[in-house]
């Protein structure tokens, strides 16, 4: 099992940035993809980007393909999601998350949250 918890969200201004951290903490293996989600109010649970623990693949919508970055730092056991050129449509609460790649992200660990309002 892994235990997750994010942290950094905010409040910014439009074309403003934020970065978005989470700790990682128990049994995470190589076959381990770590990712990051959002969901605003009334809207369904919207993926933001993966990557893997052990590799550099990563993911990406096109809603956010060039505006953000995921990266992990494996001293810090880290996921982090840099934010830029932030827009009003990307207000939601953000959710750190980790699967073996073998399943789907519904079966895996999921943080707590945290929440990201851009302001126009």
């Known amino acids: 099992q892994v235990q997750l918890v994010e942290s950094g969200g905010g409040l910014v201004q439009a074309g403003g940035s934020l970065r978005l951290s989470c700790a990682v903490s128990g049994r995470t293996l190589s076959s381990y993809d770590m990712g990051w989600f959002r969901q605003a109010p009334g809207k369904e649970r919207e993926f933001v980007a993966a990557?893997?623990?052990?590799?550099?693949?990563?993911s990406y919508p096109n809603s956010v393909k060039g505006r953000f970055t995921i990266s992990r730092d494996y001293a810090k056991n880290t996921v982090y999601l840099q934010m830029n050129s932030l827009i009003p449509d990307d207000t939601a609460v953000y959710y750190c998350?980790?699967?073996?790649?073998?399943?789907?992200?519904?079966?895996?660990?999921w943080g707590q949250g945290t929440q990201v309002t851009v302001s126009s």
């Open positions: 990557i893997r623990w052990s590799g550099a693949s990563t």
């Open positions: 998350a980790a699967r073996e790649y073998t399943r789907e992200w519904n079966g895996g660990s």
